[in-house]
């Protein structure tokens, strides 16, 4: 009587391991498929459209005078000095040669290309992306392409994969020169 209660219980504890291992992948190929809809995407979303008609409003109003540059007093103690990462900035011949398409190089898709305009281009596996990547490596929502400060940013939206610019994986927007690779699952493009 006891071996048959245990195996009961042990038939109960198994169903219930199985059900709980079923939900869970359901539950990661929903929110795979279709992303979630969290309001930190609708707000990056948000801010980005903001940048942009900004940065067109800006482009029709006339430039402000720079501020003067202020002389900034050297610390006494060598220790106190602060290192800053500098931001790469784009030169001044970069900026003049602004590329004005996407190349993809390699991937599913390759050979195609796409006219930039000066709005944000959303890359990805969901319908609603201006670059449909159908990749088992993409997210629904995997990375933006924007223009930003007359230089085009690639910007990572906390893929599974992650998104790569000459083979080294980004956190935040990162400048993307011209010619420089930019690997999002097993694609590969280039802006020219």
Known sequence: MTSELTLLVLRLAFLAALWIFVFSVIYSLRSDLFGTRSSAYKQAMEKSRQQVFASADSDSAPAPAAPAPVRSQ?????????????????????????????????????????????????????????????DDYSSTHHARLLLWNDAWMVQDLDSTNGTYVNGKRVSQPTHVPIGTPVRIGTTTFELR
Do not use: Y
Not at 111 to 133: F, K, M, Q
């Open 74 to 134: 050297a610390p006494s103690d060598p220790t106190e000095a602060v290192q800053r990462p500098s931001t790469p900035v784009p030169s001044a011949s970069a900026r003049s040669e602004r590329p004005s398409k996407l190349v993809i190089t390699s991937g599913p898709k390759r050979g195609t290309e796409l006219t930039l305009r000066s709005e944000p281009l959303s890359i990805g596996r969901s319908g609603d992306s201006d670059l449909v990547i159908q």
